[in-house]
């Protein structure tokens, strides 16, 4: 099946800072998406980007599936953007494989 | 309802017992997912539901876990003969279609004493 690497594992950043997330996976995908899990264990849902760039707000993703990468940006980061952000991939359209996640701190 | 929900939040069960799950997806969602995530760890997948049949099991780790969306909205994951490895989090999700972004539960923390 495929395999999900999330790079880095750790971030810690001062709020207002600007970060990128990394994504790779390793075979062709149907379906990619990124989520956010906070410290309350709730998972959100902020991209579905199997191809090419969405923007909402601070956060934007890029998916560049001819490489196998995916990218998060998160801009002026918050306190409440704190939390574990997941890269989920799948071959099939339904089905999806998770990577580890980056543990994401912000301090105030 | 605006989210998805499950039932119960929390359950604690000791070795052997059998234990249900409930999923109440998003109203007209098709698509219906159970993962299963550990502590430190990403969710891993158990069961894709597309309406009332289960498309893909594969995910489901033995014959004690089985699950059932009999009218195509709410879901039950069934555990036989709990085991203390079966401790987690039994996430569920839904979605529109298959291909499509998935809206997450907030889970049901399963520990097994």
């Known amino acids: 099946g495929i395999q999900v690497e999330q790079s880095p594992p750790d971030l810690i950043l001062q709020e207002g800072a600007n970060s990128t997330l990394r994504c790779n996976f390793s075979?062709?995908?149907?379906?990619l998406q990124w989520f956010h899990q906070n410290p309350w264990g709730q998972l959100i849902n902020l991209f579905y980007?199997?191809?090419g760039t969405k923007q909402n707000g601070r956060l934007s993703a890029t998916t560049v599936a001819t490489e196998r990468y995916s990218l998060l940006y998160i801009s002026s980061s918050q306190t409440t953007d704190s939390g574990v952000y997941f890269c989920a991939a799948g071959g099939s359209n339904y089905k999806l494989t998770f990577g580890k996640g980056t543990l994401l701190t912000v301090n105030p | 309802g605006a989210g998805v929900s499950q039932t119960p939040s929390n359950k604690v069960t000791e070795k052997g017992k059998y234990v249900e799950l409930r999923c109440d997806p998003i109203?007209?969602?098709?698509?219906l997912y159970w993962y299963r995530q550990s502590l430190g760890q990403g969710p891993e997948f158990l069961i894709y539901f597309q309406g009332t049949g289960a498309a893909d099991d594969s995910g489901l780790p033995n014959d004690r876990f089985f699950a059932v969306r009999p009218e195509g909205s709410v879901s039950t994951l069934k555990i036989q003969r709990t085991e203390r490895g079966d401790s987690a989090v039994y996430l569920c999700?839904?979605?529109?279609?298959?291909?499509?972004?998935?809206?997450f539960g907030s889970g049901t923390r399963l520990t097994v004493v």
């Open positions: 999700a839904s979605s529109l279609g298959p291909g499509v972004g998935y809206t």
């Open positions: 109203s007209g969602h098709t698509a």
């Open positions: 980007i199997p191809s």
């Open positions: 075979d062709s995908v149907n379906n």
